[in-house]
């Protein structure tokens, strides 16, 4: 095999939770262009056809599934509807979030939903899914963490702006990076591996107050694309990476190493 032929996907099926917005689209699209047979999946079913025609339209294999990641029945389901369609899935990418607290005086009752989602429901889904993958001797998770989880927030970059960062997003991003460890050690000797990707700020036309402290804070001197992650995604999924599991890496621009 080539070191470009471990680059490749083709022949295998992943699923990519949360695959709307800037960050799960460029996932899906990346899966897609390697070769995968790739499945989306959200609650939101409307947003996700529309995404899947788009994406199909431009010759890529992508298929729409609802699920409800609170809800372990609908993780299950989802499990046996993608292997009973391709008797196997190979990569996992754990990317569905939800952001119900805005700042640190938001009510608690946002904290305990951000949890069932964030946190119960994503170890729902490794464990369901890893257990399926270790059963056939193979396959690759990988979990988007945030470089929100790996450091504490500045809070310098929002001074004077409507918005900030939510203490529930540090909570279960900082978790997630601690259960990929425990789960690449619980499924590793049966040739599952977990990882994750801790993502910088992407550039969504916020306030230029705010993408000017936060340019300044990279080593790269901006904000994250829409390509910047396809190739960590791609690495991780594929052969290319078979000997790393456990790991967590940074796509900042230098963010968490200045």
């Not at 306030?207 to 340019?215: D, I, L, M, S, T």
Request: positive net charge; aromatic residues 10%.
């Amino acid at each position: 095999m080539t070191a470009f032929e471990l680059f490749s996907l083709k022949g295998k099926t992943a699923l990519v939770t949360g695959a709307t917005g800037l960050v799960g689209r460029q996932i899906a699209l990346a899966l897609a262009q390697a070769g995968a047979k790739t499945f989306i999946a959200n609650r939101s079913l409307d947003r996700l056809e529309a995404e899947s025609d788009d994406l199909r339209g431009q010759g890529y294999d992508i298929t729409a599934l609802r699920f409800d990641q609170r809800q372990e029945d609908s993780i299950m389901a989802l499990r046996d509807e993608i292997v009973g369609r391709t008797k196997c899935l190979d990569v996992l990418v754990n990317n569905a979030v939800d952001r119900p607290m805005t700042s640190w005086t938001s009510p608690a009752k946002g904290f305990v939903k951000s949890m069932n989602i964030n946190a119960t429901g994503v170890f729902l889904m490794i464990r369901t899914f890893g257990e399926a993958m270790a059963a056939q001797g193979a396959g690759s998770i990988i979990n988007i963490t945030s470089i929100q989880g790996m450091v504490g927030p500045d809070f310098t970059l929002y001074k004077g702006l409507p918005w900030g960062a939510a203490p529930d997003y540090f909570f279960h991003k900082g978790g997630l990076i601690s259960l990929t460890r425990y789960a690449a050690s619980m499924l590793g000797p049966r040739g599952v591996r977990v990882n994750a990707v801790s993502p910088g700020g992407f550039f969504n036309n916020q306030e230029p107050a705010f993408v000017e402290r936060y340019n300044a804070r990279t080593f790269l001197g901006r904000m994250a694309n829409q390509t910047d992650l396809m190739g960590t995604i791609i690495f991780l999924a594929s052969d290319a990476s078979s000997y790393i599991t456990g790991a967590n890496i940074p796509v900042d621009g230098g963010y968490t190493a200045k």
